[in-house]
């Protein structure tokens, strides 16, 4: 698979580009696959687009693209041959050239196929003088003689409506039953000739159009020629994710095939979004580009509520140790001040150098300032951010030999070996750590003769007295109760809170409480 995209919009027509434009817009990343053959494509201008009256269809849709790309939107020429749902609730799009997309979204504005008459010459002069929509194209032909073919139902409705434009309006009843009565009444009133036989082509061969012949030799004089063709939408692609789709009517005609959509394009498939003329056969280009803007702030809509499920989701669930110090290093160039701890100093100075753990050693100023004492340490972090940052510090001091750097999640795992010191300041986390546990494994780290050493926070910060609503910290005496250590075996050396001076997020010093438990390990 080549890329993942938030939405992949299948066909660049009005429909598709409005709404990659949209969704780009809205931040998304979007890819557009496109052919380059729009439907329109022969026709002289674009009409009834408001601000672009009479453009080019290939001009009209060379600025969408830039548009698109302007605000960071993608665009590839190609043609997407298959779509299959992913066993993540997305998509998958293969494209002719073999390669693929991944999308959460689909948005396919593939529009339709034209099935014109199999007349001669229809084919080769439809969108310039064969024609089917007076909309698009009846002011380019007013008051030129206009010939209809009879499309069942609709004939009499179509011969009307282009009444509007010419007063030189022949309808060809062709191979559809005559008009009844009422219809009769109605185009001899508005002064539509009706000629009866069956149409055998256009006349000349080449050239601009002059008339409309018959099977009995007649040749009726026509400008311009207007035919009902049958739509199919081009929904093949998908077929295999269960699309739905139905005969499009009107006025009682058969119009063709659609795919079946809401009012903001979404189908019976959750996360297809369908636009344009493969939802709506008859939709011009101005409505068309109207319902991809549409579709894209539907799609947009139900992507905004796929994601606050997720964060929703992800609030609730315990948050990892790993992912918490990763992202609280990552915030910064140094979170803490690079000097060691004031009170393990104190408490460390007088002991002999030997083997040390350090549980929580963030960015490394105690392993490194116990290595510079002579110890050879062991320094354990659950954030690979703090450790490359720790072992980098300690490179930089020369003391890179006698610092083993272990990454463990104390939840998890645990260094192996007996120490003959064992260190644990603030091992507090707002992530999920049973702390308890994990100084319960440091004790039974420690070495006969060692010690171990846990210093920790006794109250919350006098800046956010009420940060942790609930939250109790423990007392020395509840941190040595909490080490369930055997009797007989160890000796307590030092219980008791202590105050430091602390800077506040103001800038202003202010004093803390926190407390110190160091026992031993009798020999």
Request: glycine share 12%; with cysteine.
């Amino acid at each position: 698979m080549d890329d993942t995209y938030d939405v992949v919009v299948i066909g660049g027509g009005a429909a598709g580009l409005s709404g990659a434009l949209t969704l780009s817009r809205a931040r998304r990343r979007v890819l557009v696959i496109d052919e380059g053959r729009p439907r329109n494509a022969p026709a002289e201008g674009v009409h009834v687009y408001l601000g672009r009256e009479g453009t080019p269809p290939l001009e009209l849709l060379a600025a969408g693209r830039d548009e698109v790309t302007g605000y960071g939107g993608e665009i590839v020429t190609g043609t997407a041959v298959e779509a299959e749902r992913l066993d993540d609730g997305g998509f998958r799009v293969r494209l002719a050239d073999g390669s693929a997309v991944a999308a959460d979204r689909l948005l396919v504005t593939t529009g339709l196929v034209d099935e014109l008459p199999d007349l001669p010459g229809v084919a080769e002069r439809w969108g310039r003088e064969v024609l089917h929509c007076p909309y698009c194209h009846g002011w380019e032909v007013r008051d030129q003689p206009i010939g209809v073919l009879a499309a069942g139902s609709l004939a009499t409705h179509q011969a009307l409506l282009w009444r509007q434009w010419s007063a030189e309006v022949t309808l060809f009843t062709h191979t559809a039953p005559p008009p009844g009565a009422d219809d009769l009444a109605k185009l001899a009133a508005r002064g539509v000739t009706v000629v009866e036989g069956r149409v055998t082509g256009l006349s000349p061969d080449s050239g601009p159009l002059t008339g409309v012949t018959l099977e009995n030799g007649d040749v009726v004089p026509c400008r311009a020629f207007v035919v009902a063709p049958r739509f199919a939408a081009r929904s093949a692609l998908l077929e295999d994710l269960g699309v739905e789709t139905a005969e499009q009517l009107m006025h009682g005609h058969v119009m063709g095939t659609h795919v079946v959509a809401g009012p903001a394009g979404a189908t019976n498939v959750p996360g297809v979004w369908v636009a344009g003329n493969v939802a709506d056969l008859g939709e011009n280009a101005i409505g068309a580009a109207a319902s991809g803007v549409r579709a894209a702030a539907a799609v947009n809509a139900d992507l905004i509520e796929e994601e606050a499920r997720r964060a929703v989701a992800a609030h609730a669930a315990p948050v990892s140790g790993e992912r918490f110090w990763d992202e609280r290093y990552s915030g910064s160039e140094r979170v803490w001040s690079g000097n060691p701890n004031a009170r393990l100093v104190e408490e460390v100075a007088d002991l002999a150098p030997g083997t040390a753990l350090e549980l929580g050693c963030g960015e490394g100023a105690d392993a490194v300032w116990l290595a510079r004492r002579g110890w050879r340490v062991t320094a354990a972090d659950v954030s690979g951010v703090a450790l490359a940052r720790a072992a980098a510090h300690a490179a930089d001091e020369g003391l890179a030999a006698r610092i083993d750097w272990q990454r463990h999640d104390l939840a998890e795992s645990f260094p192996d070996g007996a120490y003959d010191l064992v260190t644990a300041s603030y091992l507090h986390s707002p992530a999920e750590l049973s702390r308890e546990k994990v100084l319960r494994a440091a004790a039974a780290a420690v070495a006969p003769g060692g010690q171990l050493l846990v210093i920790g926070h006794a109250g919350m910060p006098p800046w956010e007295p009420e940060a942790h609503p609930g939250l109790r910290l423990p007392t020395p005496g509840e941190v040595l109760d909490a080490l369930e250590l055997a009797e007989g075996e160890w000796e307590v050396v030092r219980a008791e809170e202590f105050e430091r001076t602390q800077t506040g997020p103001d800038g202003r010093p202010a004093t803390r409480t926190d407390n110190v438990l160091r026992v031993r390990r009798l020999p």
